[in-house]
């Protein structure tokens, strides 16, 4: 029997409706901010992942659908978008136009262990700001955020930044952090004392041991260059979103420098990761491309979806009935007339008698009904119904717009 994917799932209704919602709303934003849309390919050569995403993260290392195509190429679905961005930056050379913002909005994939609410297969929407090396930019790409979150109506999310430096200071916390955690090596989660050696940043992220280590773990000594910047970002920030500096905020990922964010939320009772970015000035460079600074971040459409509370403008729906043969072409062209006059109009189940049409009406939650036979065509009239009322009136054709504004 045909049977889902473990770790997939089908959308639809108002799951789907919400996901479009979240992209719609995104764009509204992207509009405003002047963000271009990139589409790219969800396939792409698997040493892109590994160049960007990095070799020793858990997304490289174990979550990557990756695999040889028929023509010998090692492969990957896409786990993120940003190696792509970057990809195409170098590619298409974006750099003729120096400073650029895109967007784009994508199904990634990771072999996570299926668990309540993750999958294998998420949505991402995604911001990438590329050519400033601004504070002010990393200052943007969090309004841009927080814009979005505002208009969909999530409640209560907290923003918390920090900065984990540049290629030089970040070598030093490093160290600190091996120097540390080796010598607390037997209290740590078994994950951990794995990658302490290769990714030591991570311990200060895991679930298990972050907490316990909150406190006493060193803390990153900023060059005078990163504090100046991580001073001026959260200076930019002040008054128009309010957020926490979180020292132990790190990101799992390898290419980030300076400022990294996320914005967390409550989902069924839960704190959640629900968006989160930050500057990754080498990464392009290390890719082979320019020596550009960038600054972005994604959001994961489903978490987002599920936080937001932003309700649609219900419009009116009208279903048009016709109850004789004759009078189908009749109903067919008023159909047609009333979606080119921008009202949400159904039927057509012309197959069908009088009660099954009334029936779907009800079904879809129609708001009025057309009924239409010969008598109507010969008179060039129609019944409106108001579903929700109960009440009816035969008016001429030409007032029917005019009738259905006048309800609303
Ligand atoms: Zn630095
Ligand atoms: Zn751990």
Redesign the pocket.
């Known amino acids: 029997m045909a049977k889902l994917l473990r770790g997939f799932r089908d959308l639809f209704e108002t799951e789907a409706q919400k996901l479009t919602k979240v992209e719609r709303i995104s764009r509204d934003i992207f509009k405003i901010y002047g963000v271009n849309e990139l589409r790219l390919p969800t396939l792409e050569l698997k040493e892109i992942f590994i160049k960007a995403t990095g070799q020793t993260t858990d997304i490289v290392q174990k979550e990557m659908y990756a695999f040889e195509d028929g023509g010998g190429r090692l492969v990957a679905m896409r786990p993120e978008g940003t190696p792509g961005v970057a990809r195409a930056y170098i590619e298409n050379n974006f750099q003729a136009n120096p400073v650029q913002k895109f967007f784009y909005i994508g199904n990634m994939f990771r072999a996570e262990r299926p668990q309540a609410g993750r999958y294998r297969e998420f949505e991402q929407i995604g911001v990438e700001y590329i050519g400033n090396a601004s504070p002010a930019a990393d200052a943007e790409v969090i309004l841009m955020l927080k814009a979005i979150f505002d208009k969909l109506g999530v409640k209560n999310y907290k923003v918390k930044i920090n900065s984990i430096g540049c290629k030089e200071c970040r070598p030093k916390f490093r160290e600190d952090l091996i120097k540390f955690f080796t010598l607390q090596k037997d209290s740590?989660?078994?994950?951990?004392?794995t990658?302490l050696e290769v990714n030591p940043l991570?311990?200060l992220d895991?679930?298990?041991?972050?907490p316990k280590f909150t406190q006493s773990a060193p803390k990153q000594v900023l060059c005078p260059s990163c504090q100046k910047h991580f001073d001026e970002v959260k200076k930019y920030l002040e008054g128009k979103v309010p957020f926490e500096v979180d020292p132990c905020l790190v990101r799992g990922l390898d290419y980030y420098t300076k400022t990294v964010f996320e914005f967390q939320a409550d989902i069924a009772g839960a704190q959640n990761a629900l968006a989160a970015g930050g500057r990754y000035d080498d990464l392009i460079a290390s890719m082979g491309g320019p020596k550009v600074p960038a600054v972005g971040w994604a959001l994961g459409a489903e978490r987002v979806a599920l936080a937001s509370t932003f309700e649609e403008i219900k419009t009116k729906k009208v279903f048009v009935v016709s109850v004789e043969e004759s009078s189908n072409s009749y109903a067919f062209n008023l159909l047609q007339d009333l979606r080119d006059n921008g009202f949400t109009a159904e039927g057509g189940l012309f197959d069908k008698n009088l009660k099954a049409q009334m029936k779907q009406a009800n079904k879809i939650g129609a708001d009025f009904a057309i009924i239409i036979g010969g008598n109507e065509v010969a008179k060039n009239t129609l019944l409106l119904k108001n579903l929700n009322s109960g009440k009816q009136k035969e008016i001429v054709y030409q007032d029917l717009f005019t009738a259905l504004k006048e309800e609303k």
């Open positions: 740590l989660c078994e994950k951990c004392q990658r991570r311990v895991c679930k298990i041991d972050g």
